[in-house]
């Protein structure tokens, strides 16, 4: 059986527990579209970011 050398320290065992106080993804509702959107990425349905055309958008032909 796996038995550690050392004692974790508290510092070393913080840094493995940072990861439970992580929160869920924000989303904020598009502007133009009503679509909701993670903030500071680009509208993927219309091609918008911040009031500017910057992807083309495929039509469904």
């Known amino acids: 059986?796996?038995?550690?050398?050392?004692?974790?320290?508290?510092m070393k065992r913080g840094f493995r527990r940072s990861a439970d106080a992580l929160k869920g993804s924000t989303y904020v509702e598009d502007?133009?579209?009503?679509?909701?959107?993670?903030?500071?990425?680009?509208?993927?349905k219309t091609g918008m970011y911040r009031g500017r055309?910057?992807?083309?958008?495929?039509?469904?032909d």
């Open 31 to 44: 502007k133009d579209s009503g679509e909701l959107r993670r903030p500071h990425h680009v509208d993927l």
């Open 1 to 10: 059986m796996a038995v550690p050398k050392r004692k974790t320290s508290p």
């Open 53 to 60: 055309q910057v992807l083309a958008v495929k039509s469904k």
